[in-house]
Structures are given as C-alpha cells and as structure tokens.
C-alpha cells in the first residue's frame, strides 16, 4: 500500500528566509503524482505545487520549488524569501495515474513564520 | 462564487442524531470525494465516487454512508452521530482528464456533543 510521511510536525522561518519541508513516499508505481497542498487558517486547501514522476526537472511555481528523488521516494519543498502569509499547515499528497486515482495524504507540517 | 461548495460550514449536533452534509460543484468534474481531517492524522479518505453510478469505500467508512445524486452533487450522511466523529470534513473533486489536481471545497466543522 501507498504511505505518504511528513516527519515534521512542526517549523518556523523567519520572514524572508528559506525553509524546507520534508516529504517521504512509498510506492511500487512508476507513474504518479506528488502535490503540495497549502492549509491556511482559513482551512481552504490550495494547491501550491505539483510533479509528475516521469518528469526529471524539479517543478517551480514563483518562491515554491520541489527537490523530487524518485529513486529515494523523497519529495520536499523549498519556500524561499518566506512571508508571513505563508504561515499555514503543509500537506504532501500522491496520487497514482491509473487505477484507482485514490489520493494519500501526509499527516502535515505546520508552518511558522516569524517576523 | 465556489467552484465547490458545502454547506453547513460548520454544525453541532448531538449524539444519535443523523445529520447530512452536503457538497455541490460547478467544475463538471466526474470524481468526487469526501475526507476528513484530525489533528496529526492528516486527511483520510472516508468515500469517493468516479461517476453516479459508482460508489465506492475509502479507509475509514464505517458509520458513514454517501449519495451521489447527480454529478454535481455528493452528500456525507451519518446516521448515528457519535463524538468521535467530531472533526473538519472536505469535500474534493478531480476530473480524470487534468492531471490528478483535487479541488477541495471550504470544508464542514462537524462537532458532536
């Protein structure tokens, strides 16, 4: 079975640094997704970014970058130039591209950002 | 307006009652789904359904059943409330033609007394 794993409950940055948050997957697939998803206090889940496994170059979407090792199943995410309305709760999420398209999720980080 | 919307956006209710949430959508997608969240669990998928006819379990759906009444429409029932089930519920949709991207609803804080 698919496990999704966030082994930080929780971190801070301060405003205007660089963080990263850590995601580990396990899966015997060779095609499928890996997504990010931003909980902000809201509670509205935004999606922050997204990787296709069959795609080597690490995805990007302005400050938000992903370090992809499809080889050591990990999957983290790089905020740089932090903001405070970055403070939220992280999810890690894979989904497989055939079958079943049943999405898993990780336990989630949350994110501080200090001013 | 919400591409997905539910409502209540939030509720209390009791032990033993039933109570249904409900969850509409404007994006046309096929896939719908119902989550939920507690603290330090994540999301854990409670049931999903690919079109109208198709209804199928998740990981924790004991205590919980579903109707999709059209494609745009997909209800969370539990008929016996108990304080367990207290928690955040999400409703999401996903189109199998774009790539995996889920789109979630605001979500429903479902507290049982």
């Known amino acids: 079975a698919q496990t999704v794993t966030q082994s930080q409950p929780e971190m801070s940055v301060q405003e205007a640094e660089t963080v990263t948050l850590s995601c580990t997957y396990d899966t015997s697939e060779s095609d499928y997704y890996l997504f990010w998803y931003k909980q902000p206090p809201s509670r509205q889940m935004i999606l922050v970014i997204r990787q296709e496994a069959y795609k080597q170059q690490n995805a990007t979407e302005n400050r938000f970058s992903v370090n992809f090792q499809k080889a050591a199943k990990s999957f983290s995410l790089k905020i740089s130039d932090s903001q405070l309305g970055d403070a939220a709760m992280y999810f890690c999420a894979y989904t497989q591209t055939s079958g079943t398209y049943k999405y898993i999720f990780g336990t989630g980080t949350r994110l501080k950002v200090l001013a | 307006d919400a591409d997905v919307t539910q409502t209540p956006r939030n509720r209390i209710t009791k032990t033993g009652k039933r109570i249904m949430l409900e969850c509409s959508q404007t994006?046309?997608?096929?896939?719908m789904y119902w989550y939920r969240q507690d603290p330090g669990l994540g999301l854990r998928l409670i049931y999903y359904?690919?079109?109208?006819?198709?209804?199928n379990k998740g990981e924790i759906s004991d205590g919980y059943s579903v109707s999709r009444q059209a494609q745009a429409k997909f209800s969370l029932s539990l008929e016996s409330a108990i304080p367990n089930q207290t928690a955040l519920y999400f409703c999401?949709?996903?189109?199998?033609?774009?790539?995996?991207?889920?789109?979630f609803g605001a979500g429903t804080r479902l507290s049982v007394l």
């Open positions: 359904s690919f079109d109208v006819k198709d209804i």
């Open positions: 994006k046309g997608h096929d896939r």
């Open positions: 999401a949709t996903s189109d199998s033609t774009k790539q995996g991207i889920m789109h």
